[in-house]
């Protein structure tokens, strides 16, 4: 049971480039979660899906998209990167029998650089 | 809007010592807190989750409690030890908002042997 699995580990991107961060997670989360954390900061969430084909926007979506067409994966597309785009990007899972309950699994994260 | 503030940013302590790490959070309409903890290039580590109707949970050497009604909790660590060195973070499941954690900046503590 490998949980939350994310890859690359690290990634320099130059301007303009895109990437696709992938994650997966084998614990049959029907939750599952993009955030990005920048140097001395919190996480901040990017976009989260409570299941297969659906999707919404977390509090700084812009510069991103997502998709999620099976449970296990929910890839993260960054498209022009940005160097405001440098930052590390953790995906989480959860499978909240209640929301006082949700408790959300982590993987260890990409970092990313774009120069 | 929700915020969640950690204080201190950065605390270091001789091993040993038992220390008291703070979160407090604007808005008391939450489902659930939850303290994560986070080593230097890795991925977070969930240690305690306290649901609303809660008011502490003890794992080990750790206890978390949570007043709501002042919107705050408390993480304490007994008998501190080196290998707790890492960043502590605090995060709050809110009520006014869909799906999101609420995260702080997280205390970077250091044990010194």
């Known amino acids: 049971n490998a949980g939350v699995t994310q890859t690359p580990k690290f990634r320099i991107l130059k301007i303009g480039q895109s990437m696709t961060l992938q994650c997966t997670q084998d614990?049959?989360?029907?939750?599952m979660y993009w955030y990005r954390q920048d140097p001395g900061m919190g996480l901040k969430l990017i976009y989260y899906?409570?299941?297969?084909?659906?999707?919404d926007k977390g509090e700084v979506p812009n510069g991103y998209n997502v998709s999620r067409s099976t449970t296990e994966d929910f890839p993260l597309r960054l498209e022009l990167a940005a160097p405001s785009q440098t930052s590390v990007y953790f995906c989480?899972?959860?499978?909240?029998?209640?929301?006082?309950?949700?408790?959300?699994?982590f993987g260890p994260g990409t970092r990313l650089t774009v120069t | 809007k929700q915020e969640v503030t950690q204080i201190p940013a950065a605390l270091s302590v001789p091993e040993g010592e038992n220390l008291v790490l703070n979160c407090s959070f604007t808005?008391?309409?939450?489902?659930?807190l939850q303290w994560f903890r986070q080593d230097p290039g890795k991925g977070l580590t969930s240690l305690l989750l306290?649901?609303?109707?809660?008011r502490e949970q003890t794992s080990g050497r750790l206890n978390a409690s949570l007043d709501k009604s002042s919107g705050r909790s408390t993480l304490y660590i007994a008998a501190s030890q080196p290998g707790d060195s890492a960043t502590y973070l605090c995060?709050?499941?809110?009520?006014?908002?869909?799906?999101?954690?609420?995260f702080g900046s997280g205390t970077r503590l250091l044990v010194r042997p």
């Open positions: 614990m049959n989360h029907n939750y």
């Open positions: 995060a709050v499941f809110s009520r006014d908002s869909s799906y999101k954690l609420i």
């Open positions: 306290i649901q609303s109707s809660q």
């Open positions: 808005d008391s309409a939450i489902y659930n």
């Open positions: 899906s409570v299941g297969a084909g659906i999707t």
């Open positions: 989480a899972s959860s499978y909240p029998l209640d929301r006082g309950r949700d408790e959300q699994y």
